[in-house]
């Protein structure tokens, strides 16, 4: 199986997310920790029309099922209440070969426990990741067979 990164349609912002874990914490809590301040600052720049991707099929589904058991979890009703006033947001799943760029961004050095990375230009570590999405090869998935 081939994976190509595709853009956004046009007027659409796409927010990858990923997120280090601490031996503390669990996956799906932080992800949703990276997800909502994702979302605060993508509002906070006046985006109207937003795609949430994530390599986390756990922290998707509690956010795109309503009958899941997180729904009752305070971060996934902060996240939810940002959805609303006038904003499209999509929830998706993504495979990790496609989340490569945020997951380089996740594991660069940061100066706290919680950090929020905002830049202008393409950080040095993330260069060649996003020069293959945008011009390829695409990523290429084998498929385990069954013995």
């Not at 796409?14 to 996956?27: E, R, Y």
């Not at 906070?44 to 009752?72: E, M, N, T």
């Not at 990375?117 to 498929?143: C, F, K, N, Q, W």
Request: aromatic share 6%.
């Amino acid at each position: 199986m081939h994976l190509q990164w595709t853009p956004p349609a046009p007027g659409w912002v796409c927010l990858n997310s990923d997120a280090s874990l601490s031996p503390t914490s669990g996956i799906g809590m932080v992800e949703l920790w990276s997800m909502l301040v994702g979302l605060q600052v993508a509002r906070s720049f006046g985006v109207d029309r937003l795609i949430v991707q994530s390599d986390s099929s756990h922290a998707i589904k509690l956010l795109i099922d309503p009958s899941q058991q997180g729904y009752r979890m305070p971060l996934v009703r902060a996240i939810e209440s940002l959805c609303h006033g006038g904003c499209q947001v999509e929830f998706r799943w993504i495979p990790r070969e496609l989340n490569m760029v945020a997951d380089c961004l996740s594991k660069l050095p940061c100066s706290s426990q919680f950090s929020l990375i905002v830049t202008i230009d393409i950080p040095e570590p993330t260069r060649p990741l996003v020069a293959r999405d945008r011009d390829g090869p695409p990523y290429s998935r084998h498929s385990r067979g069954v013995t």
